[in-house]
């Protein structure tokens, strides 16, 4: 035990050093987690022993899991909606596109048989959102069309069309007698039964965290984080697409208001980050770099026809009809990076799949070190080539996540019989200066005070003002605006708000008490508080 913790930590600690060295080269961190696992690998320096494809795809589904779960989570709809049609396309019948011509590229020119091949196509269809992101995000790139929300939306979503194709053919490959029809109904009853459950649970999630206000962020941590490993366990019993079902879920809590929320999501982007460097140490741990030469050739052949033939095909055929620019299609078929979830199915293939004719695993590692290599490092040079960067965007309007906390203080207290304030109005009392009363609670019912709003004994107040502090159940929250929120852009004093206040802005590095004439900005992060009539 002793002995594992120490190997643990070596690497853990190699990991994030390394990473923090390699990011000035423009190397992409991702690279740095594989070769690591090939150091430490049965082929590298220390060859520690490690090819238990059972054990390492079962942790390879549920790291995907947790990634797919947090790519909901973070997705942004209201960004994302301009663009939403077409990331469902190229999520859906991009990836069997991807995967048919990868397919027949390997059948009628590398000469594999017909399944195998289609099984690779399978495997390697889908593209990471968080290879993409990693990128975009760590380089501030701010992409013109929404195309950042269109590459996370469509990153998010094809993984689960991928697991379906890698299952119907691992099954074919297996002996089983399926038709056309056959598989069609499969396809469809998974899908339907991820996107319902998916829905339900989400709604079940939101109701029970407004109904219980737990008071405690790590509560409500474990608590969506328990409900996403339920919701994909019990759409896989109900023979549904557990993947499909938890991306769904989570993006249809992740645009809700709920307690915690900024807060949850950055713990999952942290440990979604955690995941990814797991899956990528164990892709080069489980790796034999003896090997690569074998595979070197078709590998290369296929990770050029995948990266300049086929992907770039699909979102032709897909995209041209929504008139998109040229660029933009370029861009989007470039920046399809190979990732997290080619491993995992890779190796949920070569635990299920018997007598295979060609090394599938070393294939898809090639293709993901060629993907990182390659595409990684000239993503960044290629938006700029083709003109893709725009000051006026946001890449970061694309998230849910937010990354600073509110320097404010709450303070809740009970009026008393004898209190100065007891019987007057708001428009009559002083209150502490650079403070306002945004919420008062009565008879179990909270009040947004107006300025006619007579103080009673036993109302509980509490006043906010800046510095830290905390005041438990008080309705509030926060919002991030971005250039396509309804608020971006007019004064308070224009905005109907019958049920909110917006109490607190934080701008850059400054923080606004707002008055009526404030105008909001895009990037702009609000605290809001929302009328509740709970007890």
């Given amino acids: 035990m002793d002995n594992l913790l120490l190997l643990a930590g070596v690497i853990l600690i190699c990991c994030a050093l390394f990473q923090k060295i390699f990011r000035r080269t423009g190397v992409p961190g991702l690279f740095v987690f594989i070769a690591l696992g090939m150091l430490f690998g049965s082929d590298g320096l220390l060859r520690i022993p490690f090819d238990n494809y059972d054990f390492a795809g079962s ?16 997705t942004n709809l209201r960004a994302a909606k301009p663009v939403l049609g077409k990331a469902i396309l190229l999520s859906s019948l991009g990836s069997f596109l991807t995967a048919g011509l990868v397919g027949f590229f390997a059948v009628y020119v590398l000469r594999m048989e017909m399944l195998e091949g289609m099984l690779l196509g399978a495997v390697i269809c889908s593209t990471d959102a968080a290879s993409v992101f990693s990128i975009l995000r760590s380089r501030k790139m701010d992409l013109r069309y929404s195309t950042a929300s269109l590459l996370e939306v469509e990153s998010g979503s094809n993984d689960p069309f991928s697991y379906l194709l890698t299952v119907v053919v691992l099954s074919l490959m297996q002996g089983e007698h399926l038709s056309a029809g056959r598989i069609a109904q499969m396809l469809l009853l998974q899908v339907a ?40 366990s019990l759409t896989s019993r109900l023979s549904g697409n557990g993947y499909l079902a938890v991306y769904i879920a989570g993006i249809l809590i992740g645009n809700q208001t709920i307690p915690d929320k900024t807060e949850s999501i950055r713990f999952f982007h942290s440990l979604t980050g955690l995941m990814q460097m797991l899956l990528f140490f164990m892709l080069g741990l489980l790796a034999y770099p003896s090997r690569l030469p074998s595979v070197a050739g078709p590998a290369l052949l296929l990770a050029l026809f995948l990266t300049f033939a086929a992907r770039p095909a699909a979102a032709s055929l897909l ?13 989007v078929s470039f920046a399809g990076m190979r990732g997290a979830a080619s491993i995992a199915f890779a190796i949920m293939a070569v635990s299920r799949a018997a007598n295979l004719s060609y090394d599938l695993f070393h294939t898809v590692f090639f293709l993901v070190l060629f993907s990182i290599l390659v595409q990684g490092t000239l993503i960044p040079a290629a938006a700029r080539r083709l003109d893709m960067i725009d000051a006026r965007e946001d890449v970061m309007a694309t998230f849910n996540d937010t990354a600073e906390d509110l320097p404010v203080q709450f303070v809740k207290f009970r009026v008393i019989k004898q209190h100065p304030w007891a019987g007057k109005t708001i428009a009559d009392i002083t209150l502490p200066p650079g403070s306002i009363l945004p919420v008062i609670e009565r008879g179990g019912k909270q009040i947004l005070p107006k300025g006619d709003t007579r103080l009673l004994e036993g109302d509980e107040l509490i006043l906010c003002g800046p510095e830290g ?4 159940n008080s309705g509030m929250h926060e919002v991030c605006l971005t250039a396509f929120h309804d608020w971006t852009g007019k004064r308070l004093s224009d905005l109907a708000l019958n049920d909110e206040l917006i109490i607190f802005i934080r701008r850059g590095g400054e923080a606004i008490i707002p008055s009526g004439d404030t105008v909001l900005h895009t990037g702009d992060l609000l605290y809001v508080v929302e009328k509740q009539s709970h007890p």
Avoid at 60 to 74: P, Q, T
Avoid at 207 to 216: F, G, I
Avoid at 319 to 331: E, G, M
Avoid at 469 to 472: T, V
């Fill in 59 to 74: 942790l390879c589904s549920a790291a995907l899991v947790l990634i797919i779960y947090y790519g909901g989570l973070g």
């Fill in 193 to 232: 039964v991820g996107i319902a459950i998916g829905a339900v649970m989400s709604f079940v999630t939101v109701r029970l965290l407004r109904l219980l206000h737990l008071k405690d962020v790590v509560l409500t941590e474990a608590f969506l984080l328990g409900f996403g490993m339920l919701t994909y």
């Fill in 319 to 331: 995209l041209a009809p929504f008139r998109c620019p040229p660029r933009q299609i370029l861009f």
């Fill in 469 to 472: 502090g905390d005041a438990e």
